[in-house]
């Protein structure tokens, strides 16, 4: 996992420069072309094959899928009056998620969360809209933006009479909707864990705390700034965001506010299982130091009594010499005395609840 993955110009280099900087792969581009009452779809393997929507009165989304090079997004941003800018951001991914205005149309860059296995990472998403058109660009290995098109497909109606600017909100929300599920899987990892926890504390369940907290780390830096993304959109800088959008706009904008409680609350979860590892290797310790002390003890009175009577002072004209090391049961004696001395030691710790 990459915390830092943003790719930086070297210094100097002028402003909208289109540098690859990723090594550029197999780029798909799939136009979808609409109105309330039409709709066209097509895949294409080069850009000349979708100009010829760009004149339509229809809305186009053009959804660019792999690592485009930069001739191709700067063929594209001449067909469209994009900004050098914004084109810039677009190549160079690991950008901070915002929304820029840029004369008659907008810009705006996502994170989407992907959790595969156990390891969390984010895949950018441009987007430009237009008062005709919406373009989304994604090199991820898959398209995420499928469950949109399907509702195109099936002739929505608010989907196909409400405009780019619905389109642009129906992508922003299934990227920023795409943070659940993948939260909800965490939060089932760090549940997990903390029964593990419970159990004992293990090397293993540390490790993956750790990874769990970089995770989180990642994942707040980057859906953090995408709050301010959509709420730039409600603001109404740009005349294409039409009134009636507004509405789910505000809704996306709450769903960005909910991941955000999610990823503290789940960042405090992990603090304590921290506190849970260190409090479980503290009490192994103290049940170890607990018995070891409690072995200790029992051999202190019983080493006091074998020292006595190791001395040997056998004298039989002496009235102080041991008696005990002359009677026929002297040894069985000796043993008796050690064996009631440790279990009256052991029944004394116990009424004190020291074991």
């Given at each position: 996992m990459h915390l830092f993955g943003k790719r930086y110009h070297p210094p100097g280099t002028s402003p909208g420069t289109l540098v690859q900087r990723l090594k550029p792969t197999a780029v798909r581009f799939r136009v979808v072309d609409y109105s309330a009452s039409d709709h066209i779809e097509h895949d294409f393997g080069s850009l000349a094959e979708c100009e010829a929507y760009f004149s339509k009165e229809t809305v186009t989304w053009i959804h660019v899928q792999g690592n485009?090079?930069?001739?191709?997004?700067?063929?594209?941003?001449?067909?469209?009056?994009?900004?050098?800018?914004?084109?810039?951001?677009?190549?160079?991914?690991?950008?901070?998620?915002?929304?820029?205005?840029?004369?008659?149309?907008?810009?705006?860059?996502?994170?989407?969360?992907?959790?595969?296995g156990n390891v969390v990472s984010v895949e950018q998403v441009s987007l430009f809209a237009g008062a005709r058109f919406v373009v989304s660009f994604h090199d991820g290995a898959e398209d995420p933006f499928e469950a949109v098109r399907d509702r195109l497909r099936r002739g929505v109606a608010r989907y196909r009479a409400g405009g780019s600017d619905y389109l642009l909100y129906a992508l922003l929300d299934l990227i920023v909707d795409e943070g659940f599920p993948m939260?909800?899987?965490?939060?089932?990892?760090?549940?997990?864990?903390?029964?593990?926890?419970?159990?004992?504390?293990?090397?293993?369940?540390?490790?993956?705390?750790?990874?769990?907290?970089?995770?989180?780390?990642?994942?707040?830096?980057?859906?953090?700034?995408?709050?301010?993304?959509?709420?730039?959109?409600?603001?109404?800088?740009?005349?294409?965001?039409?009134?009636?959008t507004h509405v789910y706009l505000r809704d996306c904008y709450d769903h960005t506010i909910q991941v955000m409680d999610l990823i503290e609350t789940y960042r405090e979860m992990t603090a304590s299982l921290l506190d849970m590892y260190m409090s479980g290797v503290s009490n192994r310790l103290n049940d170890i130091m607990r018995v070891l002390t409690i072995i200790a003890t029992l051999f202190i009175p019983l080493s006091f009594i074998t020292g006595i009577y190791g001395m040997n002072f056998e004298n039989p004209a002496s009235p102080w010499a041991m008696p005990e090391l002359r009677w026929y049961y002297g040894y069985p004696l000796f043993w008796l005395i050690i064996a009631v001395t440790a279990l009256g030691m052991l029944v004394f710790f116990k009424r004190r609840k020291w074991w």
């Open positions: 485009a090079d930069p001739e191709t997004l700067g063929e594209l941003g001449r067909l469209l009056n994009l900004h050098a800018l914004a084109l810039e951001d677009t190549l160079n991914t690991g950008q901070r998620p915002k929304f820029e205005v840029y004369g008659d149309h907008a810009f705006v860059v996502l994170h989407r969360p992907v959790l595969s939260l909800e899987d965490l939060g089932e990892q760090i549940e997990d864990l903390e029964e593990q926890l419970v159990k004992g504390p293990s090397r293993e369940a540390l490790g993956r705390i750790h990874q769990i907290k970089r995770e989180l780390l990642l994942l707040r830096r980057m859906l953090w700034p995408q709050r301010e993304a959509v709420s730039g959109l409600l603001r109404g800088e740009l005349e294409l965001i039409r009134r009636e």
